[in-house]
């Protein structure tokens, strides 16, 4: 487990310094296998919306914001999903007790949203801005 973390460092570290380098094709890359080795590594996601947007691929930084969301969402309902199989009379107890403090939504999750996974929606909400403009302008386009 140890050598694990020690291995996903010293990759980061290496794609960091080939962003440095200028070859960000090859920082993507080791940022890609790390994400999908560990599928919440939310550092190689966000070096990969980095990259993603300075090269102005807003398509493509849109896919790998969507799919962070949806490792950490995965991540989130496995862990509540854990807890309810290891204990389920503590686990209904806790949801109840969350339920009536207003602490989780109408289909049972927190209400509380982790900070990533919240600037995460956000840059989402701001790149789906971004790309309208073009896709209407290629619409436009396409209809001469």
Same mark, same amino acid.
């Given at each position: 487990?140890?050598?694990?973390?020690?291995?996903?460092?010293?990759?980061?570290?290496?794609?960091?310094?080939?962003?440095?380098?200028? =070859?960000? @094709?090859?920082?993507?890359?080791?940022?890609?296998?790390?994400?999908?080795?560990?599928?919440?590594? @939310?550092? *190689? #996601?966000?070096?990969?919306?980095?990259?993603?947007?300075?090269?102005?691929?807003?398509?493509?930084?849109?896919?790998?914001?969507?799919?962070?969301?949806?490792?950490?969402?995965?991540?989130?309902?496995?862990?509540?999903?854990?807890?309810?199989?290891?204990?389920?009379?503590?686990?209904?107890?806790?949801?109840?007790?969350?339920?009536?403090?207003?602490?989780?939504?109408?289909?049972? %999750?927190?209400? #509380?949203?982790?900070?990533? %996974?919240?600037?995460?929606? =956000?840059?989402?909400?701001?790149?789906?801005?971004? %790309?309208?403009?073009?896709?209407? *302008?290629?619409? =436009?386009?396409?209809?001469?």
């Amino acid at each position: 487990m140890a050598k694990q973390k020690i291995a996903r460092k010293t990759r980061m570290d290496e794609a960091r310094q080939l962003e440095k380098e200028g =070859k960000s @094709a090859d920082a993507l890359k080791i940022y890609r296998a790390l994400a999908r080795r560990k599928p919440l590594n @939310a550092d *190689a #996601y966000n070096r990969m919306m980095v990259i993603l947007r300075k090269q102005k691929k807003y398509n493509a930084e849109l896919e790998t914001i969507r799919q962070a969301i949806a490792a950490a969402e995965t991540a989130i309902a496995s862990s509540q999903q854990a807890f309810d199989d290891k204990d389920r009379d503590s686990a209904a107890l806790s949801r109840k007790l969350a339920t009536s403090l207003g602490l989780l939504n109408d289909e049972g %999750l927190p209400v #509380y949203e982790e900070p990533q %996974l919240r600037a995460w929606r =956000k840059r989402e909400a701001v790149v789906e801005k971004r %790309l309208q403009p073009i896709s209407k *302008a290629h619409h =436009k386009k396409k209809s001469f």
